[in-house]
T-cell receptor, first 113, second 114 residues
């Protein structure tokens, strides 16, 4: 079956530090890949997505590149802010469509001054 | 309008109560979802409606009863819940059977069962 593996958190960084959150997936074919962010007390918001190999999704300074050869979709940001503190979920939608999204376990990010 | 609206935002109910959670979207998405999320965990899929028909039930106990009265509305009827059912309940929508479309989530209903 499909699965998504994320690095364990929490990840604690100082403001302006470089962020990487690792995400790898297991799925057949070419799934679509997503990063969602959840701020405290809120629902999930789409941060970025990529729908085919070598696509780069980007938004609000965050980037992730769909790497088919390593089945990865790592999230990066060059300079984090305190306001980026949240939980980040990697997710996939399978090749054949269908209505299920598979989520990773989530990585909590804490950014300190 | 790219919003999914959930009501109420917070709900406290006793184990003998009957209550309903409501979800509404006007993006024309014909797939709608209920998820349950416990603290520090990812969302767990409960139900999926596709074109107003129940297409996925992830073996959810019958004390949770979903309903999709039309293409914009999704309800979750609650009856005889247990304290362990306390969680954040999230509604989401997306175009059905689409590999590339993202899901749009509501803000959730924080449910406490006492």
């Amino acid at each position: 079956g499909n699965s998504v593996t994320q690095m364990e958190g929490p990840v604690t960084l100082s403001e302006e530090a470089f962020l990487t959150i690792n995400c790898t997936y297991t799925a057949t074919g070419y799934p679509s890949l997503f990063w969602y962010v959840q701020y405290p007390g809120e629902g999930l918001q789409l941060l970025l997505k990529a729908t085919k190999a070598d696509d780069k999704g980007s938004n609000k300074g965050f980037e992730a590149t769909y790497r088919k050869e390593t089945t990865s979709f790592h999230l990066e940001k060059g300079s984090v802010q305190v306001s980026d503190s949240a939980v980040y979920f990697c997710a996939l939608s399978p090749t054949g469509g269908g209505n299920k999204l598979t989520f990773g376990t989530g990585t909590q990010l804490k950014v300190e001054l | 309008d790219t919003e999914v609206t959930q009501t109420p935002k917070h709900l406290v109910m006793g184990m003998t109560n009957k209550k309903s959670l409501k979800c509404e979207q006007h993006m024309g998405h014909r797939a709608m979802y209920w998820y349950k999320q416990k603290a520090k965990k990812p969302p767990e899929l409960m139900f999926v409606y596709s074109y107003e028909k129940l297409s996925i039930n992830e073996s959810v106990p019958s004390r949770f009863s979903p309903e999709c009265p039309n293409s914009s509305l999704l309800n979750l009827h609650l009856h005889a819940l247990q304290p362990e059912d306390s969680a954040l309940y999230l509604c989401a929508s997306r175009p059905p059977e689409s590999r590339s479309a993202e899901a749009f989530f509501g803000q959730g209903t924080r449910l406490t069962v006492v």
